[in-house]
């Protein structure tokens, strides 16, 4: 072992001193008279500035500056090494051209750098700040023909807004702006700001758009800034309108009619101006919608539910877009566009066009899979993909699918069996709420009400087969971008076993025959292969702003499973005192269940952050149920949990799964689960990403459980929490992101108390060692 580590520090010794001569040898590929520049410092003398406000500045400042210097890793320049050492290739192409050009980079020299010109930015940008009397000086520093630049700002005081007025007149325009004063973003106090003047005027236009006032811009309204009225460093703001603005931006419009071609192609028709058709044939009216369908390809109710706008409405922005939203959601067009006509300049109508072009209605799509799991699982799956989307002409998505597949264990216990799988499901998605209630959304997004069914033939060769049956009617809206609710009003799952092996059924009732051989009992497996009927409502709800250009974003996701509520109270079921009830001759599960998965990610720069998850859930058996559903258990590790184990190797509790016969030995699970992940994830070369990550986390049990025993949760659950960390490689060609995570184990919950922590049992040198405590995750995109 000492050995092995004297080794590694050899080469990372080496390693290092040969960045370091790559670094200082950059140099010499200069020509006499060149210097590399390696960046700029910027200084700011300021006396009234605070710390805080001083690196704000000199952090955007920084931004301006041009031109960017080569980039570095830990002070190195490798990409700037790659290319001076690539010749010169002698076409655009070869593995010459991709070193020196693609992945090297060109040097940035100082002769490159217009000191006068970014002088100019600093002085712009400041002024833009509130800095009105900015100046600024440059220096350069060179040594060993590396050369930087100083630039020095002295901003001087910053200018504070004194007032802000907003001249009244008599016109609408006027009086809408007047309206919306008190929510001005520009204070009285605070510092001038270019960006929060530019933001006021886009807050009036917003506000102006939603009024009827379609033809409006921000660029129509100027804030005049008078310095003169102050003797201390102050500035008054005064907002109106430009002399020179067009009377049409100042009338408000409202709808005329509105105008909707369901069947647009603009290779196949005339077109007009606004690239709308002069061939209005086959004129449909429903609710004063006027719409074209020759070949009546569309319910005319789709259109009504997706539209928001009404004859003699104001026009409105947020309609106008929400409209759109809707129409796009609906699925079964390839592209949606609007159009507003002018139909009477007298009176400020306009006309509204929707210029729609339908996907194709039915796809099929063949899907063949190739995968791997941290279980040493390797397999293949074939699905068969069939699409309707238009199936009763209301937009309604018919989908079909079947598919096989087949899972064989490579590695791992030697006595593990082969999975091989197929089955068919469909579901029917209708583009609104259907149930005895109106329904009323303004959401960009069109709810849908979801109706599945389907079949799975499970069989673990030379164990058992499983048929499982399901089916679920239910709904899925969204309020907006963040926030989504999925509520099954009823979701029912039957599961009926087949073909149990001789060999399956000794695992659970034991053997003792041979007194070399003694098969312990482990009644737990049967539930594995109960009849079970479960059935019930479950309902989750989403909330994310991962999409948001923001330094800290979150996600949650908390989920509710009920089943047999209502029919176990009312059968009066209680199997724990003997009183266990059947359903069509099938003993139905009651039980309750929640999981709530919270994620934080943080923004370090523009090419690291910090991801985090923490996942708690627990399943509550009752009344006909002892034992939660063997389909409706947690369980933890693998490539998407704890990666330094396999998946369903651990738990519950500080039961040891090494106790069992090796071919069950991935089929643990419980009640209740705690999961934390933190992973650091950076960027260091175009598509290719590294990442650092700890897992943690364990599944325990409610009730005792005889056959496994430390399973159930206790006060001590903290000190039988797995613990695992590595490393990891993403490489991300924007179709997908291939994954590949090392991890080991850093605490093992089933030793003893004393003895989990692993850190002085590693022994990387020892094959064994490597081979049953390095783990390798294969997945596509990320954990979490």
């Known amino acids: ?319 106008h877009n929400l409209s759109l939203n809707r129409l796009i959601s609906l699925g079964v067009f390839k592209f949606v566009k609007n159009e507003f006509v002018v139909s009477d300049s007298t009176t400020h109508t306009f006309d509204a066009y929707y210029l729609l072009t339908p996907r194709p209605f039915q796809s099929l799509r063949l899907e063949t899979l190739v995968k791997t799991n941290s279980a040493n699982y390797t397999g293949g799956e074939v699905n068969l993909n069939w699409t309707n989307r238009n199936f009763f002409k209301g937009a309604e998505q018919l989908t079909g699918a079947i598919y096989g597949a087949f899972d064989v264990q490579i590695g791992g216990p030697k006595d593990a069996n082969n999975i091989i799988r197929f089955g068919a499901n469909a579901q029917l998605s209708i583009p609104r709420i259907v149930a005895p209630f109106r329904f009323n959304s303004s959401s960009a997004y069109v709810p849908r009400t979801n109706f599945n069914i389907g079949y799975e033939y499970l069989s673990r060769t030379e164990l058992y087969t499983l048929h499982n049956f399901n089916t679920s009617f239910g709904y899925v809206w969204k309020e907006n971008e963040r926030k989504e609710h999925d509520l099954k009003v009823f979701d029912m799952t039957l599961v009926a076993p087949q073909n149990v092996t001789e060999k399956y059924q000794t695992q659970i009732d034991g053997d003792n025959s041979d007194p070399l051989n003694i098969i312990k009992p482990n009644p737990s497996l049967q539930r594995v292969i109960d009849k079970q009927l479960i059935f019930g409502p479950t309902y989750s709800y989403t909330y994310t702003n991962t999409m948001l250009p923001k330094k800290n974003t979150y996600y949650y996701k908390g989920s509710v499973d009920l089943a047999g509520t209502i029919t176990g109270i009312v059968s009066g079921a209680d199997r724990k005192a003997g009183e266990g009830k059947l359903l069509f001759g099938i003993p139905f599960s009651q039980y309750a269940k929640m999981e709530h998965d919270l994620r934080y990610y943080r923004k370090i720069n523009e090419k690291s952050s910090i991801a985090t998850r923490a996942i708690v859930g627990i399943g509550y058996p009752y009344g006909n149920s002892v034992y939660m559903p063997y389909v409706k258990q947690f369980y933890v590790g693998g490539s998407n949990s704890i990666r330094a184990f396999r998946a369903r190797t651990l738990g519950p509790g500080s039961y040891d799964p090494r106790e069992q016969e090796a071919t069950f030995f991935f089929d643990q699970s419980g009640d209740l689960k705690l999961e934390f992940n933190a992973e650091y994830r950076a960027n260091i070369y175009k598509f290719l990403n590294v990442a650092a990550f700890v897992d943690a986390g364990n599944v325990w049990l409610v009730n005792e459980d005889p056959e496994k025993p430390g399973g159930k949760f206790s006060k001590d659950f903290a000190k039988e929490l797995a613990v695992g960390a590595g490393i990891g490689l993403r490489l991300d060609f924007s179709i997908l992101i291939l994954r590949l995570d090392l991890a080991t184990p850093l605490r093992i919950p089933y030793y003893e108390e004393g003895d989990r922590w692993t850190f002085d049992k590693m022994d990387f040198g020892n094959r064994e060692y490597r081979r049953d405590n390095l783990i390798l995750n294969i997945a596509i995109g990320y954990p979490f």
């Open 1 to 319: 072992m000492t050995n092995l580590k004297n080794r590694y520090y050899k080469i990372g010794a080496a390693l290092a001193f040969a960045l370091m001569i790559s670094s200082c040898s950059n140099t010499k590929f200069l020509q006499e008279g060149e210097m590399l520049y390696v960046g700029a410092k910027i200084n700011i003398k300021n006396d009234t500035l605070s710390k805080k406000e001083k690196s704000s500045l000199k952090d955007a400042l920084q931004d301006q500056l041009r031109p960017k210097p080569n980039s570095s890793f830990l002070g190195l320049r490798p990409k700037l090494y790659i290319y001076n050492i690539t010749k010169e290739p002698k076409k655009q192409k070869g593995l010459g051209y991709w070193l020196k050009y693609k992945v090297g980079e060109t040097p940035v020299l100082l002769g490159d750098v217009d000191r006068e010109f970014n002088k100019e930015i600093i002085v712009n940008y400041s002024e833009n700040k509130g800095f009105f009397n900015a100046k600024a000086t440059s220096d350069t520093i060179s040594k060993n023909k590396k050369a930087s630049v100083l630039y020095t700002l002295t901003p001087g005081a910053r200018y504070l807004i004194s007032n802000v007025k907003f001249p009244a007149d008599s016109t609408v325009i006027n009086a809408e702006i007047q309206s919306i004063t008190d929510k001005s973003f520009l204070k009285a106090g605070n510092p001038f700001d270019l960006d929060v003047i530019k933001a006021e005027r886009e807050r009036i236009d917003e506000h102006l758009k939603n009024r009827g006032f379609y033809y409006f811009s921000p660029d129509n309204i100027i804030v005049q800034a008078d310095s003169t009225v102050q003797k201390e460093p102050k500035v008054e703001l005064i907002v109106k309108l430009k002399d020179n603005t067009p009377a049409i931006s100042k009338e408000q419009f409202t709808i005329d009619k509105t105008i909707v071609f369901a069947d647009y192609n603009i290779d196949d028709l005339k077109l007009g101006k606004y690239g709308i058709p002069y061939k209005t044939d086959s004129v449909k009216v429903f609710n004063d919608l006027y719409i074209i369908d020759p070949k009546n390809k569309f319910k005319p109710k789709i259109f009504d539910r997706a539209l928001y706008f009404n004859r003699g409405d104001l026009y409105n922005r947020k309609d």
